[in-house]
């Protein structure tokens, strides 16, 4: 059992994006990868406010590029900065992380 869930995780997750925005998409999904990085330095510092202001981004911008997981994971984000919830922040960049690393766009 516990292989099927290995393998599950490593599956792609295909999202469909609208091709009139297919020149934004690899500079949105770039911009999340920085994002990673800016909330992983910040968690570390205590900054909690400047991953409460990502997460909200993230969860204005993910459904209007057709990316409903990040709104779903911003909103996870800002709520787990309010709460100043370092260990909750850790598993929703991870979570972010893992499915940046999975996800496949098809423009249709």
Do not use: W
Not at 2 to 21: S, Y
Not at 33 to 44: F, L, N, P, R, S
């Amino acid at each position: 059992m516990k292989q099927e869930g290995a393998l599950k995780q490593e599956e792609k997750i295909i999202v469909h994006v609208d091709p009139d925005i297919a020149d934004l998409v690899p500079g949105f999904l770039e911009n999340r990868h920085k994002d990673i990085k800016t909330m992983g330095e910040a968690v570390t510092q205590g900054d909690f406010e400047a991953i409460r202001v990502l997460g909200h981004s993230m969860k204005g911008a993910g459904g209007s590029y057709g990316f409903d997981a990040i709104t779903d994971m911003g909103k996870a984000l800002e709520q787990a900065a309010m709460a100043k919830d370092s260990d909750g922040i850790k598993k929703s960049v991870q979570e972010l992380s893992a499915y940046l690393d999975r996800v496949e766009v098809v423009y249709k």
